[in-house]
């Protein structure tokens, strides 16, 4: 099993993934969208709350598909979508609960070995097609909030990654 987290940690038992600095800007300006979903637009409690389980619902979603089928360069825009999510949700917690650690998991145990995209037929991950099509209308919801907002031209490798996602089409071959 690969183990894969991003939580802040300099121990030297897990191997050191560095970014480069177009990563490293992507991935600051998707937090801080992020972080303005869940909070902005004077948003009553409901409406935080809604969209604070939007980003879950997505994550839950991205972790079933990466931990099932690993990390091929085919789901390189889901792990760059469950990195920012994740790291959205964790700076959120620590604005809103500044004394208490985060309860986000910022940590992934992947297979082995990476798995073909058909293997989502497989029965063993019929458990996780329920978490699938509520993650895609939240993704959806995300992204029409922030095209609203956000200069999508300016923000094309952000834009680029959402788009990815919004139409996949492994949703519509999973049985169920």
Not at 30 to 57: C, P, Q
Request: aromatic share 14%.
């Amino acid at each position: 099993m690969e183990f894969f987290d991003f939580s802040p940690s300099w121990s030297t038992s897990r191997p050191c993934t560095y970014m480069n600095n177009s990563a490293i800007v992507n991935f600051s300006v998707f937090a801080s969208i992020g972080v303005a979903y869940m909070h902005s637009d004077n948003a009553t409690l409901d409406n935080a709350e809604t969209r604070i389980m939007h980003f879950e619902a997505i994550t839950m979603a991205l972790v079933a598909l990466l931990q099932y089928l690993g990390r091929p360069p085919y789901l390189a825009s889901i792990f760059q979508l469950w990195t920012a999510i994740t790291n959205s949700l964790v700076l959120f917690e620590q604005m809103v609960f500044p004394e208490q650690v985060p309860q986000t998991s910022t940590s992934l145990t992947l297979p082995p070995r990476a798995k073909p995209l058909s293997a989502i037929m497989n029965d063993d991950f019929q458990e996780h097609t329920n978490k699938l099509e509520p993650a895609v209308t939240c993704l959806r919801a995300f992204l029409h909030w922030y095209r609203q907002r956000y200069d999508t031209e300016l923000h094309a490798e952000t834009t680029s990654m959402l788009e990815d996602l919004k139409t996949p089409y492994w949703l519509y071959h999973t049985p169920g």
